[in-house]
């Protein structure tokens, strides 16, 4: 079968999923050079078949009760991608848009990243089309313990550890840790991103922020530069926006926008440290918009607009998939940015990450830049099974040094005759390799 043929068959086992299909052609193209030559003995054992197709997907009615007594439902997921390297990991995610199509591309995007840490996790990804804004905390609980008494005949210690990613933060894995307890009456580590003071991981907030910064990091220092004085631009306002402006801030890093789904905020002074206490304050407490931020301090805001026609350095996609697409990639390119950093899940559609390709750009795809949240919560599960607590600037180290093993695996895999490296290929065939073995190794399943 050549590489097309292989596509329309994933095609047409898979109809209306374009984000699944989208995140398999990149991984597909990236993978197939090495499949014909290297890697023949995966290609000869069905790997690529069999890592198209899911172990399982669960779909599930979640029904609640809003505050004017109304009965809501709302659809739940989880999706078990493959599970041959140890317990299915990966976030849950609660957004109006969250379908299987999204599931699908996620959990499968998340096997290779899990691969990629090292650590004995299995991919897996779910949600729900709820969308947490707008709602009364109360609302959030009831949802969330609805959400939780169905997912958790599915989950567990050893089985499926889910965690937070857009729409679920702190709060929300409080809710469905307390639901997961009442219906099973154990207190074990079946979820990560916990509150630290009950089994949760220091950094693990932090840690897919900081880890896309140390991510970047090792790629201007394979070039001997720093990040000292670089002027990054930053999209979204989340969790994982939030950290990595912190640590690039901490770097010495200017970074002179953030955004949120209505609009972006451009400060050409630079965000410091107590704007950024700001904006967590915002987004995390009270739970505002982004445009207040042009209120309170002296910076435009761009309603309805995306932060790329900024000039910056370094670019770093934190909010969701799809959001930077070809003309702001030319827009980047023209200014002269040096980087993309993706911390979050395919943020750049795929003609943009084609021309940033092309054009020669650093390009650190999402499932290596971004594997820093989840690297650290195979460190929370550590913990928990050890019935251990370790302090922050441990957890840090080992984050710190996961990131550089990372970067590692992608400069072996994806240097290039011309010494540059390619970080998509790089990370996939990294990835790939190690799912691929184990699955060879554990015979056909
Ligand atoms: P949060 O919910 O904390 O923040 C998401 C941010 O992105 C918000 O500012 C949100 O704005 C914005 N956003 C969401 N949807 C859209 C949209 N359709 N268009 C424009 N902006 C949007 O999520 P996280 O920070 O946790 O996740 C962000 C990305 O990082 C996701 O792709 C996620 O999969 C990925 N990721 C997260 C990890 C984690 O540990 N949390 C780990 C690895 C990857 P608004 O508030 O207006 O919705």
Redesign the pocket.
């Known amino acids: 079968m050549n590489e097309a043929d292989f596509i329309e068959r994933v095609r047409a086992r898979n109809p209306n999923e374009p984000e699944y299909l989208q995140a398999v052609e990149e991984v597909v193209a990236s993978l197939w050079p090495f499949l014909q030559d290297e890697g023949r003995r995966y290609l000869d054992a069905g790997v690529l078949e069999r890592l198209t197709e899911g172990d399982r997907a669960i779909s599930f009615r979640v029904a609640w009760i809003d505050d004017q007594g109304e009965v809501q439902t709302n659809r739940g997921y989880r999706i078990q991608w493959c599970g041959v390297l140890g317990p299915y990991k990966g976030?849950l995610?609660f957004?109006p848009?969250v379908n299987f199509a999204i599931s699908k591309f996620?959990a499968f995007e998340q096997t290779f990243k899990n691969a990629l840490t090292t650590l004995p996790l299995g991919g897996a990804k779910g949600g729900a089309d709820f969308d947490p804004?707008g709602k009364s905390d109360e609302e959030v609980m009831r949802f969330c313990q609805s959400f939780m008494t169905e997912l958790s005949r599915y989950i567990g210690p050893d089985v499926d550890v889910p965690?937070?990613?857009?729409?679920v933060?702190g709060r929300e894995i409080g809710y469905l840790f307390g639901q997961y307890r009442r219906m099973t009456g154990r207190f074990e580590g079946a979820l990560t991103g916990k509150g630290v003071g009950w089994g949760g991981s220091e950094i693990r907030t932090e840690?897919?922020g900081y880890g896309a910064i140390f991510f970047a990091q090792e790629m201007f220092a394979a070039r001997d530069e720093g990040l000292e004085g670089k002027t990054v631009g930053i999209s979204?306002?989340?969790?994982?926006?939030q950290y990595a402006a912190e640590k690039a801030i901490a770097l010495g890093a200017k970074v002179v926008t953030m955004?949120?789904?209505?609009g972006f905020i451009h400060d050409p002074a630079g965000i410091d440290r107590d704007k950024l206490e700001w904006i967590k304050a915002l987004k995390n407490d009270r739970r505002g918009r982004i445009r207040e931020y042009a209120e309170q301090f002296d910076a435009e805001y761009h309603e309805g607009k995306k932060p790329w026609s900024v000039a910056m350095d370094l670019a770093l996609p934190?909010?969701?998939?799809n959001?930077l697409g070809r003309e702001d990639a030319e827009a980047l390119v023209k200014n002269e940015c040096a980087a993309i950093v993706e911390?979050?899940?395919m943020?750049c559609t795929a003609a943009a990450a084609k021309l940033i390709r092309e054009r020669g750009l650093l390009y650190a795809p999402?499932k290596a830049a971004?594997a820093g949240?989840?690297a650290t919560s195979g460190l929370e599960m550590t913990q928990n099974s050890q019935r251990m607590y370790w302090g922050r600037e441990r957890v840090e180290d080992e984050l710190h040094e996961i990131m550089r093993d990372i970067h590692r695996a992608c400069c072996e895999h994806g240097k290039g005759e011309d010494g540059q490296i390619d970080y998509v290929r790089g990370a996939n065939i990294a990835g790939f390799i190690r799912v691929a073995d184990a699955m060879i190794a554990q015979g056909a399943i």
């Open positions: 976030g995610r957004h848009s996620l804004k965690a937070g990613d857009i729409g933060g840690a897919t979204g306002a989340g969790n994982v926006a955004s949120d789904s209505s934190c909010a969701t998939q959001e911390g979050a899940n943020p999402g971004n949240g989840v």
